[in-house]
């Protein structure tokens, strides 16, 4: 079962997604917050495999307490999706540096909900379709902030060109056909760049690209989901 926490501070809003995540086989809702401190203590004390987490919210908001989430040494394991009411704003651009897995608006599918949760506990990271684009688009419009091209001296020729591909939005057998390589082997890749670079998951493998400057400006996405 995965295991998923509801932080948002509309009771209407948590209810819906309560009946939308309980409705399905394997996923089980296992408690919910209404602000973003009951959030982060109860994340400690359930350890679920998934937030999904409100980014405006009282007391503290959904941007500080993912990165308490993503600190915290017992809950490396625990992935967060953003959600919003809004599209593409700061919120992205500091949710993902907080540690955030994903980024939904609210009126998304109730399929790409689903979805996102499922990507989330595999590590991958989903962004709704009407942020993703102009998110790309916009973050590699500002200088590299992380380093530059030395913050990646850790891996391989091939892990920082699987690290790029990742960052261009292609998923591992999308990488695999293009690098003419399999499927487990582009996984392979990915996973040991994740390790080498610590990132939780391949969202912010995404961002270590473009704040390295590894990505060039402009670079097309070609999908939604990383």
């Known amino acids: 079962m995965i295991r998923v926490l509801l932080v948002d501070d509309q009771p209407l809003m ?3 997604f309560r ?41 503290l908001d959904g941007i500080e307490a993912t990165r308490r989430i993503a600190e915290h040494p017992d809950l490396a394991d625990v992935h967060v999706v953003m959600l919003t009411n809004y599209g593409l704003d700061e919120y992205v651009f500091n949710a993902l540096r907080a540690g955030a897995s994903g980024f939904l608006v ?7 909900l689903l979805h996102a949760v499922r990507l989330a506990v595999r590590g ?11 998110l790309v688009a916009e973050f ?24 790029a591909l990742v960052a261009g939005g292609l998923n591992n057998d999308e990488i695999a056909a293009q690098l003419v390589i399999s499927p487990i082997t582009a996984k392979t ?7 080498k670079l610590q990132a939780r998951d391949r969202a912010q493998l995404v961002v270590m690209a473009y704040e390295s400057g590894l990505v060039a400006p402009r670079q097309p ?3 939604t989901a990383y």
């Not at 203590?41 to 980014?55: N, Y």
């Not at 992380?146 to 091939?158: S, W």
């Open 189 to 195: 890749h990915v996973s040991r760049a994740m390790t």
């Open 19 to 59: 009946a939308l995540l309980e409705a399905e086989d394997d996923i089980e809702v296992v408690g919910e917050a209404g602000n973003g401190r009951d959030g982060v203590d109860l994340a400690i004390e359930l350890v679920p495999d998934v937030v999904l987490l409100d980014v405006q919210m009282p007391v």
């Open 140 to 163: 590699v419009s500002r200088p590299p902030i992380g380093g530059g091209p030395d913050a990646l001296d850790v891996l391989t020729n091939r892990e920082r060109e699987v690290v």
């Open 14 to 16: 948590r209810a819906g």
């Open 106 to 112: 609210k009126d998304t599918e109730p399929v790409e």
């Open 124 to 134: 991958d990271g989903l962004f709704s379709p009407a942020i993703t684009r102009r």
């Open 221 to 223: 996405l070609t999908g």
